[in-house]
């Protein structure tokens, strides 16, 4: 039976579920708040369902470790929405989290996604819960499959708990790495108005918000009314010196003085002095003999080509030493372009839940949300118009008529192929519109049941997005084409003239418009599912009743992207394009839940309960299989409690890891090529290998991105099996308000669905000690001589997904909580920390086959051994004071980059390690019944992010592109909120 039949039966009775899953308390205080919070009265204090369990309880002491944000550490700290409170979290903020800093950049769920990854797993290992349901992904372009937390309204939720370990066994599928769980308020006593800005200091990334929540509360329940909007605007490069001013970032070795900046400074005798990741243009080169042209500044023409002179090749200054830096701008156009995207958000947020005194007493529950996301990503790039058939046009002339015949109206000023290098606009816009509606009943069954519960769950999602912006067509640019083959009877010369001394100094909107147009892509996602469980108590033993919780998923879901008509013609010129992906799937799963207290009351043993879960799945696009997970929560005595859990988990590949439909993107020869200057490698395989290939010890790489295809894996693909475990101790001693949690966990994921990376295949292919080798076969390079522009390089990669071997992360999570009232005022204190030991991953039963010479990447860039945040807060009276902080440890890419090496010929020292970040934050409230407002600092020393030299991570000017690091900068905020 599929899910769409299940839901419409539930839809006809307009059944609407109590939170199946979700604890339904709301709020804060527990003696063991580390775990979970308390509910927020004593009716609701009887039993409830907490995160991570299916059985309802009436302690909340979880067999597995629960970290638990609430809405007023969130508030305290300034944040503005809901994706900064989860991915600043100690278990998500180690690992690189995509959001509004990756625009320009291919990612799964498209420009202006904010996603989460725990564990370093990756967003579709982390499952997304909204009071227990599972809503269903948004985004835009072929890649969608994880939630977006964009959609999630900051104004209603009261808390966040994050399960962190695997539990599929209780939540399906995706639940890999752990649980979010984001628990809303459930009623609303009096009308609220809320109002917050922030504004960094040095300007750029300035964000507002409004939202207003209002509550309806009657003797059987309550209904929620709520809308927000926020506002960010952009940070562009040019706002921060650390982004705005690119250096390649080396030393001399011995004497440690800069080295980049006298060799490759653009900008010698400014205070700039930027010498690397500029877009280089302004820029005419000989195909042939690889000369470069520039434009004369003050119009004298050196050589033959007039208003004109050649461009010193080498190092960047003429034998003279006086520097030739006007073929390459900077500041006025690349500094444009959005270190964090601009972006606008409206949401409208809907909830009921009703008593009624039917068959035992029913609970019914409603949610609706919608959510409208505007993303805008301004950036630019280059565009290589080329003469591409130099044989059918007579010496001299660069263009052609429809017909073939030579165009004598359009001269080329070059006796030779040129290639032009100018600079163009890379902007985007990104609209996701996003539904989620979901409703059910909770009751009991009466009778001899009276002791059993029953709940239906019925939830349908659907998220709708555009994405477009003006592309250049290779219809509509003539002979101009990247690849250099010219199309018959496409040729058209257009009006304005490229080669004049004067068109490359800068950008011109007119030739821009006569070989662009507005492209648009579609992207629909849909998702529905419907849950039916039952629990209660089977029997009792001396220590208690034995529980038992049955229960029947079935959900199905689809996706469907249809790109632009000229992306999926291939007319899209050097912007990534995409064919159609289109494809759906369901499953059916069964799960069960037992615990069995074993023994309580008795010395060592203030009670013994072992939990046990299971659950069986059939996947029309995989097949079936099954999940299990086992439990110990042992209180020794009532300050010292002992846990473990061990179990696996499984996640089915996405839609999109199925069906994606082919995807071009670029990536930098740089980036991707061992085999660039390979002479000068401390790596004796790649040395061999390269050689092997016929390339060059001083091989510089060709001028072009290579050409990055991947698609998806249907046929192919397997399912991915995970294993976990935990053990926990958890001291909360009586001589002390102290909470202590020390949990180590361990998982291990199999038959990892990903795709290589193209430095990965590359690194595969010359990196092992097997040459050629099945890496080799995912690659090309231009076989060229003639072109020395091209030559070598690295043309095309494949790039697919399939199964590799393994992912391993293993450490350990410290929670400490410390809450006391002394005669000057109550204060708290509360440290989360991360503790990766090792972060483990194996393309292949080797790792020695992708040319590393470890597999284990934990203290990477991106990958922090150590991550941590917390807060002091005191309060007295109406007055609160905090200071919260947030730590990432130093990490180092010593293994893919060599910290001492060459640079243009003699020797040097690259940075290669990312020191620690340590950032504080200062705030102020004043609160009484009526109204609260909050003033401070984010980032109050505005600590910088770390540098690094070019060549050792994907950079965002100097600094690591990994998500962790604050890009703003100091920043004031204030929070005004009104009751009425």
């Known amino acids: 039976m599929t899910t769409s039949l299940l839901l419409s039966g539930v839809a006809a009775s307009t059944l609407l579920l109590a939170p199946a899953y979700a604890q339904e308390a709301e709020t804060t205080t527990a003696p063991e708040a580390i775990e979970a919070p308390a509910a927020e009265d004593s009716k609701r204090m009887e039993r409830v369902v907490v995160t991570g369990s299916l059985l309802r309880r009436d302690e909340f002491s979880s067999t597995s470790p629960i970290q638990v944000i609430t809405a007023e550490v969130a508030t305290l700290e300034g944040l503005v929405d809901t994706a900064e409170i989860i991915q600043g979290s100690s278990v998500a903020a180690g690992s690189v989290q995509l959001n509004n800093q990756f625009g320009g950049f291919v990612v799964e769920g498209g420009t202006g996604i904010n996603s989460v990854s725990l564990r370093g797993l990756g967003a579709n290992r982390s499952l997304v819960l909204m009071n227990g349901r599972r809503p269903g992904p948004a985004g835009t372009r072929g890649q969608v499959g994880s939630f977006d937390l964009n959609v999630l309204p900051s104004s209603v939720i009261t808390r966040v708990d994050i399960l962190k370990d695997g539990a599929s066994s209780i939540y399906g599928s995706d639940a890999v790495a752990g649980v979010v769980n984001v628990i809303t308020r459930t009623s609303i006593d009096r009308p609220e108005l809320t109002v917050q800005y922030n504004q960094p200091v040095e300007g750029g990334g300035e964000s507002f918000v409004i939202d207003g929540a209002y509550g309806l509360n009657f003797d059987t329940g309550n209904i929620v009314l709520a809308g927000q909007y926020t506002k960010r605007k952009d940070l562009s490069l040019a706002d921060r010196d650390y982004l705005s001013c690119p250096q390649d970032y080396v030393f001399d070795p011995d004497t440690g003085a800069r080295i980049d900046r006298e060799d490759r400074s653009i900008h010698a005798g400014t205070n700039l002095s930027c010498s690397s990741g500029n877009l280089y243009h302004n820029t005419i080169i000989d195909a042939f003999t690889g000369e470069r042209y520039i434009p004369s500044p003050d119009g004298v023409t050196v050589g033959g080509l007039e208003g004109y002179r050649p461009r010193a090749n080498g190092r960047y200054d003429d034998p003279d030493g006086v520097a030739f830096y006007e073929d390459v701008i900077n500041s006025e156009y690349a500094n444009t372009a959005d270190a964090i995207n601009a972006q606008d958000v409206f949401t409208l947020y809907g909830s009921s839940n009703f008593d009624f005194n039917i068959l035992g007493g029913i609970t019914w529950d409603t949610e609706l949300l919608y959510s409208s996301r505007k993303t805008k990503s301004e950036g630019w790039r280059q565009f290589f118009p080329r003469i591409s058939d130099a044989s059918l046009v007579p010496f001299g002339l660069g263009y052609t008529n429809a017909d073939g015949t030579p165009d004598t109206t359009y001269t080329n000023p070059f006796a030779s192929l040129v290639q032009p290098v100018l600079i163009a606009p890379s902007n985007s816009e990104i609209n996701v519109d996003y539904y989620h509606f979901a409703t059910g009943l909770d009751g009991t069954f009466g009778g001899f049941l009276s002791d059993w519960n029953w709940s239906l769950d019925a939830v349908t999602s659907k998220s709708e997005g555009t994405y477009g912006g003006d592309s250049i067509l290779i219809s509509k ?193 740089r980036s991707i090529d061992p085999c660039i200057d390979w002479g000068d490698s401390t790596n004796a395989n790649i040395r061999a290998n390269c050689a092997a290939d016929g390339i060059p010890e001083d091989f510089a ?188 440890h130093e990490t180092s890419n010593a293994i893919y980059a060599d910290e001492f090496s060459t640079y243009f010929g003699r020797d040097a020292r690259y940075v290669v390690d990312a020191d620690a970040s340590l950032t504080h934050d200062l705030t102020v409230r004043y609160q009484n019944d009526d109204w609260s407002i909050i003033g401070g600092f984010q980032n109050i020393t505005d600590e910088e992010p770390p540098y690094i030299s070019t060549g050792v991570a994907t950079r965002r000017g100097n600094i690591p592109l990994v998500g962790g690091y604050d890009l703003r900068g100091r920043t004031a905020f204030v929070t005004v909120n009104r009751k009425f």
Not at 511 to 539: H, L, N, R
Not at 569 to 575: I, Y
Not at 746 to 772: H, K, M, T
């Open 477 to 669: 640019s003539g002979d101009w084409n990247h690849s250099g083959a010219r199309g018959a009877g496409t040729a058209v010369a257009p009006t304005y003239d490229i080669f004049a001394p004067g068109a490359l100094f800068g950008y011109d909107q007119s030739w821009y418009d006569e070989v662009s147009e507005y492209q648009e892509g579609k992207t629909t996602y849909e998702q529905s599912m419907f849950t039916a469980v039952a629990a209660g108590p089977i029997f009792e033993l001396p220590a208690g009743d034995v529980g038992l919780a049955v229960g029947i998923e079935a959900r199905e879901f689809s996706i469907d992207d249809q790109p632009s008509e000229a992306s999926i013609n291939g007319d899209l010129w050097g912007s990534s394009s995409a064919l159609v992906t289109q494809g759906d799937d369901d499953v059916v799963e069964y799960f069960a839940e037992l615990e069995v207290p074993i023994l309580k009351g008795v010395p060592a043993f203030e009670e013994l309960t072992v939990n046990a879960s299971a659950r069986s799945f059939n996947y029309a696009s995989y097949g079936t299989g099954d999940v299990w997970k086992a439990g110990l929560n042992w209180q020794i005595i009532p300050s010292l409690r002992v846990r473990g859990s061990k179990g696996t988990s499984y996640r089915a590949p996405a839609l999109y890891e199925l069906y994606l439909g082919n995807q071009t993107s670029f990536a930098a020869q």
């Open 701 to 888: 790489g060709s001028g072009s991105s290579a050409l990055v295809t991947s698609g998806g894996g249907a046929g192919n693909l397997e399912a991915e099996t995970s294993e976990s475990e935990t053990i926990g101790v958890i001291f909360t001693p009586t001589f002390a308000d102290l909470s202590i949690a020390i949990d180590y966990f361990s998982i291990e994921v199999n038959d990892q669905v990903s795709r290589l990376g193209s430095a990965s295949i590359l690194g595969g292919c010359y990196g092992s000690e097997n040459f050629p080798n099945a890496f080799c076969d995912l690659f090309t390079r231009t076989n060229n001589p003639s072109d020395a522009l091209e030559h070598l390089g690295v043309e095309t990669v494949t790039d697919s997904f399939l199964n590799v071997n393994q992912q391993k992360t293993s450490g350990f999570d410290y929670t400490i909580r410390y809450n006391h009232d002394f005669d000057f005022g109550g204060m708290i204190v509360e440290v989360q920390a991360t503790q990766t030991i090792d972060d483990i991953s194996l393309l292949f039963d080797s790792n020695a086959e992708s040319g590393f010479d470890t597999d284990d990447f934990s203290g990477t860039i991106g990958d922090p051994e150590w991550v941590a945040n917390g807060r002091v807060s005191l309060q007295r009276g109406d007055w609160t004071y905090s200071w919260l902080f947030d730590y990432i």
